[in-house]
């Protein structure tokens, strides 16, 4: 419809006309590009929100998942510094189930749960850097160090 008025302004030779057509395009195109502009803006927020959702709900349920390792840690390291105080003092355990119970707890090791999915979502796919709150970047990277420095 509009490429049909221009013609007809050419052939009419009406420079003014063609000049409004041609501004109402560019001015068509431009308001098309910022309404394009905006919604992925927000469709970037909106997933911005859904990804920090499931990683509070994942965090929250690894700290459960977790406390019960802290408490099994805390129980060995316990045994281990009673290993340690008998062997430095030269008096052994007072029976061969002691020493197996604080022998155990030297060579148990607990284990890091794993990561949760949505954060390695974020570290595989190179996402993290989308997330706008530079403090919750900063988090999850003192996260996977910390989680590299447990690991080894």
């Keep these: 419809m509009i490429l049909r008025r221009v013609i007809d302004h050419f052939r009419k030779q009406e420079w003014t006309a063609i000049a409004i057509d041609f501004l109402i395009v560019v001015i068509g195109v431009f308001i098309g590009i910022q309404v ?3 919604n992925a803006e927000r469709a970037a927020r909106v997933e911005e929100a859904r990804i920090i959702d499931r990683l509070h709900t994942e965090f929250v349920d690894l700290r459960e998942q977790t406390k019960p390792r802290i408490a099994r840690i805390e ?3 316990r045994r281990t510094g ?9 008096v052994p355990p007072a029976t061969d189930s ?20 949505s954060y390695l979502e974020l570290i595989n796919s190179g996402s993290i ?14 996260y996977a160090q910390r989680n590299e420095v447990a690991a080894t």
């Design 98 to 117: 002691e020493m197996r119970t604080y022998l155990d707890a030297v060579w148990s090791n607990s284990g890091l749960p794993p990561a949760p999915a």
């Design 129 to 142: 850097a989308r997330l706008s709150d530079p403090e919750l970047r900063a988090a999850l990277t003192r």
């Design 36 to 38: 394009s502009n905006l």
């Design 82 to 90: 009673k290993l340690i105080d008998h062997i430095r003092s030269g």
């Design 75 to 77: 129980t060995y390291a």
